[in-house]
């Protein structure tokens, strides 16, 4: 009976170490580089209008996070108005271009060229026909997150093994019940991807509320602390966006090996 329960007591164990490593690297890493920063600022004699100390950064997180929490809420707004918009116009198209040869030898030649174009070119115009509001924001957002979306979804719907691909085709299965039991459970760990540049790059170009706004009016003011402060927001949204992906790909696709390396290689056994 010892031997049986061996294995699982050494599993958890393992499991354990890897939870606990996954919080201390990052943990030490990061005090590590504010050790650096601090440093760099004693030695050099910098001043605080050029780099804030990181207790300043902190100061300003505290004694202003009512206001960059505000105004982190239309940033947060856009992002995912603007990925949403783009996951669903995104995946419909990188299905017509797996399943449409045609169109793909139409469509996507011009989806690779207009990324020869920054999308931030397209801001100013996107305001004069939007104005400064939410939807301009949104449609920068869109605009920023729409390739990527179709690029991986496109490789995720072609990385099916053609094993499958025969084997469904042998079954007489038709193109819907192909795609939606076997092309899409193979995309997904492709589509999800979260991108948070386009709804700020869309608020620095003209904005009267957001994060995007709150870094130009620091840099107006020379104010480094609150432009530090509200990149760490940011860096905070990010990572939130990213557990929430993660959480979904959990619940959606708990089969693919990104997950079974975070549950500590549950799949290795099969």
């Known amino acids: 009976m010892t031997d049986q329960r061996q294995p699982g007591a050494d599993y958890q164990r393992a499991a354990r170490r890897r939870r606990i490593e996954a919080v ?10 504010l050790a650096v920063w601090q440093l760099v600022i004693v030695v050099f004699s910098i001043h605080s209008y050029l780099l804030p100390s990181p207790g300043s950064v902190y100061d300003t997180l505290t004694g202003q996070w009512r206001y960059l929490a505000t105004e982190s809420v ?3 707004e856009e992002v995912l108005l603007g990925f949403a918009a783009a996951t669903v116009v ?6 017509a271009i797996v399943t449409w040869r045609p169109f793909e030898k139409a469509v ?3 989806l690779v060229a207009s990324q020869e174009v920054p999308q931030i070119a397209f801001a100013p115009l996107l305001l004069v026909w939007f104005g400064f509001g939410l939807t301009s924001k949104v449609i920068i957002a869109f605009l920023i997150a729409f390739f990527p979306v179709v690029v991986n979804t496109a490789a995720g719907l072609r990385s099916v093994p053609t094993e499958m691909l025969d084997l469904a085709h042998s079954t007489r299965a038709s193109g819907f019940t192909i795609l939606r039991k076997i092309r899409f459970p193979f995309a997904l760990p492709h589509i999800f991807t979260v991108a ?4 700020v790059v869309g608020e620095f170009v003209g904005s009267g509320d ?11 003011r020379l104010d480094t602390a609150t432009l530090f402060a509200a990149i760490g927001v940011l860096v905070v949204l990010g990572l939130v966006l990213f557990l929430a992906v993660s959480l979904l790909e959990r619940l959606f696709i708990p ?6 390396s975070v ?4 799949g290795t056994g099969r």
């Open 90 to 95: 995104g995946i419909a198209i990188a299905v």
């Open 74 to 76: 239309p940033t947060i």
């Open 24 to 33: 201390l690297y990052p943990a030490g890493a990061l005090l590590v580089a």
């Open 196 to 199: 948070v540049i386009g709804a």
């Open 255 to 260: 089969w693919h090996v990104s997950q079974r």
């Open 210 to 220: 957001g994060l995007g706004y709150v870094l130009m009016t620091a840099n107006g």
């Open 108 to 110: 996507y030649p011009l």
């Open 263 to 266: 549950g500590g290689g549950q």
